[in-house]
Nanobody, 124 residues
Framework: QVQLVESGGGLVQAGGSLRLSCAAS????????MGWFRQAPGKEREFVAT????????YYADFVKGRFTISRDNAKNTVFLQMNTLKPEDTAVYYC?????????????????WGQGTQVTVSS
């Protein structure tokens, strides 16, 4: 069992940056694959990025490649999402997720645990 708490959301102008953090409880954080998803009003929750247990492998949705970076610090039980060059269409609630499935990827049903989400609003 792991509990996830996101932070770092807020209001930013287009072109700006935000860094989201997700703090995890539990002593086995380093064994989980972690992911970030987002959900805009009236839309399905969608995949943003994922990182394997060691941080050595990452994968991104096409619409964030080159702008967002996922990373993790297993010593601090934390995963990050650095978001640069933000666009108004990035406005959404961003969710952190964890899974014990080592082959999990972009599907939200592959993730066992979810945080409560943090709002990101990008103004034009």
């Amino acid at each position: 069992q792991v509990q996830l708490v996101e932070s770092g959301g807020g209001l930013v102008q287009a072109g700006g940056s935000l860094r989201l953090s997700c703090a995890a409880s539990g002593r086995t954080f380093g064994t989980y694959r972690m992911g970030w998803f987002r959900q805009a009003p009236g839309k399905e929750r969608e995949f943003v990025a994922t990182i394997n247990w060691s941080g050595g492998r990452t994968y991104y949705a096409d619409f964030v490649k080159g702008r967002f970076t996922i990373s993790r610090d297993n010593a601090k039980n934390t995963v990050f999402l650095q978001m640069n060059t933000l666009k108004p269409e990035d406005t959404a609630v961003y969710y952190c997720a964890a899974t014990t499935n080592v082959v999990a990827g972009t599907r939200k049903d592959q993730y066992n645990f979810w945080g409560q989400g943090t709002q990101v609003t990008v103004s034009s």
